[in-house]
């Protein structure tokens, strides 16, 4: 039986934003460990307010408007730009922690795609290697996904790999994780939606308290996420 085209290509956006697609996006907390420790993160009320403010002033207004000019740059074979979109956004990552994560995931995302699809250039695997959203950008136009559903796709992956790292760190049961899933989740679609309107000066994110967190966790004597 001959799959159609949109749900082939819907199986390929689970499968890129999969936990279990081998880049490592589950061993970072993005400065929650120390966040946690230092106890501003401190329960679901707590960790619900944190994800909130990460999602409105580094998702909506920094990934994903970048996410989509990466796409739009790939999709027209147009290397400048998408150099220029990776330089930005690697720019905007404020610690060494966050820089060396983005740059970390972009090698692993460029070494499976590398074997996922070997007819891709070398050129386009440089590319990759830059950062995880040109991969996700150049697996997306391969696959046929659509924009919107990228972005979409790439938030939930945000927030599930997030939420996880707060179950195991504040720690939260199981169904508490689950709730805040939920809730946060209500405010993914207009946070897709808003990212259309970010025009190119307007992207950066301002989380001031994460980079903070970020920065100390480099130095954090004990912990459990990589940095």
């Not at 749900?7 to 120390?34: D, H, V």
């Not at 996410?67 to 074979?77: D, E, G, M, S």
């Not at 508490?176 to 207009?190: C, K, N, P």
Request: charged content about 20%.
């Amino acid at each position: 039986m001959t799959e159609c085209p949109q749900t082939l290509s819907n199986f390929r956006l689970y499968q890129l934003i999969s936990p279990s697609l081998p880049i490592g996006a589950f061993t970072y907390s993005q400065g929650l460990e120390w966040a946690i420790e230092a106890g501003w993160v401190s329960d679901s009320v707590t960790f619900e307010g944190w994800l909130l403010d990460v999602l409105h002033h580094s998702l909506v207004t920094l990934e994903l408007p970048i996410l989509r000019r990466l796409y739009k740059a790939v999709t027209v074979q147009d290397d400048e730009q998408a150099r220029r979109w990776n330089e930005w956004l690697l720019a905007s990552r404020e610690t060494m922690e966050l820089r060396q994560e983005e740059l970390q995931r972009g090698r692993a995302t460029a070494r499976l795609l590398e074997q996922l699809e070997p007819a891709l250039t070398q050129e386009q695997i440089q590319l990759v290697r830059a950062s995880q959203l040109a991969g996700f950008a150049l697996a997306a136009t391969r696959w046929g996904i659509s924009t919107e559903a990228l972005c979409a796709g790439y938030l939930w992956s945000w927030l599930e790999n997030a939420t996880m790292a707060g179950v195991k760190l504040i720690p939260l049961g199981q169904t508490a994780g689950q709730q805040i899933l939920m809730t946060v989740s209500e405010h993914l679609s207009d946070a897709v939606a808003a990212s259309q309107y970010v025009a190119d000066h307007e992207i950066g994110s301002f989380t001031p308290a994460q980079v903070i967190a970020s920065a100390r966790h480099e130095t954090q004597y004990t912990r459990l996420y990589r940095s």
